[in-house]
C-alpha cells in the first residue's frame, strides 16, 4: 500500500511537472509578432506553474512582445521588465527598448540600445536605434547605425529601406538611390516604400522626370500605396 501509494503521488508530480514543461515550450515556440493571441494564452498558463528564472524570463518576454502587437503597451512594458529584472538578456533589453519607443519614451529607447549595443553589436539593435534616432530628428546619426546594420545584413528589407530614409533626409541623394536601387533588386515586386525613397532619391538629384515616371509605374503595382499617392499629388504639375 505504501509503495503504490508513493508512486501514484510521484507519477502525479511527474506529470504535473511535464504539463508545465509543454506550455512552456508551447510558449517559447509560438512566434509574438505573428501569434500573439496564441502566445499571451500559452504563456500565461506557463507562468502560472513554477519556472526557472531564465524560463519565466523568457516566457514573460514572450507575452511581452506578443501584448506590445495588441497595442498593450503597458502590459507589455510590465512583463519586459519583469524578464529583464530575471534575465537581462541583450534580446530581452532590445525588446524592452522597442516598448519604450511605442510608447513614445525615444530617448530612454535610445540610451537603451545604445547600453546593448555595447555588450552585443547586433544588426537589430542598430537599426532600431536607427528608426528611434530618426524620430528623434538625429538624422546623420541615424544614418551611421543604418550603416552599421547594413554591413551585418545587406539583405533585410528593413535595414535597406530606412537606410534609403536616412540618406535621403540628410540630402545623400546619390547614395540613397544607389541603396534603394540595390533593395529594389531584392524587394521591387513586394515593397513599395522602397520605390518611394527611389523616386525621392531621384527628385533630391534633380532627375525629376524621371522620378515622377518611376513613381507612376510603382503606382500601378501598388495603387494603394498612400506614400507613393501624396508623392505624385505633391509632384503633379512639374
Known amino acids: 500500500m ?28 509560438l512566434n509574438a509578432n505573428t501569434q500573439p493571441e496564441a502566445t499571451i494564452a500559452a504563456c500565461s498558463t506557463a507562468l502560472e506553474a513554477p519556472l526557472l528564472d531564465f524560463e519565466r524570463a523568457e516566457a514573460l518576454a514572450s507575452r511581452g512582445v506578443a501584448w506590445r502587437q495588441l497595442g498593450e503597451n503597458g502590459k507589455s512594458l510590465r512583463d519586459l521588465r519583469r524578464a529583464k529584472g530575471l534575465d537581462a538578456t541583450p534580446n530581452t533589453q532590445r525588446m524592452l527598448a522597442w516598448t519604450w519607443h511605442e510608447l513614445g519614451y525615444d530617448k530612454t529607447a535610445e540610451w537603451l540600445y545604445t547600453r546593448v549595443l555595447k555588450e552585443d553589436p547586433n544588426m537589430q539593435g542598430y537599426l532600431s536605434r536607427c528608426v528611434v534616432r530618426l524620430d528623434l530628428g538625429k538624422i546623420e546619426e541615424a544614418s551611421t547605425d543604418c550603416a552599421e546594420a547594413m554591413e551585418l545584413d545587406s539583405e533585410s528589407e528593413d535595414v ?79
Open 160 to 238: 535597406i529601406y530606412f537606410y534609403a530614409r536616412s540618406l535621403n533626409l540628410t540630402g545623400l541623394f546619390e547614395d540613397a538611390l544607389g541603396v534603394s536601387n540595390w533593395g529594389l533588386e531584392l524587394f521591387g515586386e513586394t515593397s513599395a516604400r522602397l520605390h518611394v525613397e527611389n523616386a525621392l532619391a531621384l527628385y533630391g538629384m534633380g532627375r525629376v522626370d524621371e522620378a515622377i515616371a518611376k513613381a507612376a509605374a510603382a503606382h500601378e503595382a501598388f495603387p494603394d500605396d498612400e506614400s507613393l499617392i501624396q508623392f505624385l499629388a505633391l509632384t503633379e504639375g512639374f
Open 2 to 29: 505504501r509503495t503504490g501509494f508513493l508512486w501514484t503521488v510521484g507519477f502525479a508530480l511527474w506529470s504535473g511537472a511535464a504539463a508545465a514543461q509543454s506550455d512552456y515550450d508551447t510558449c517559447v515556440a
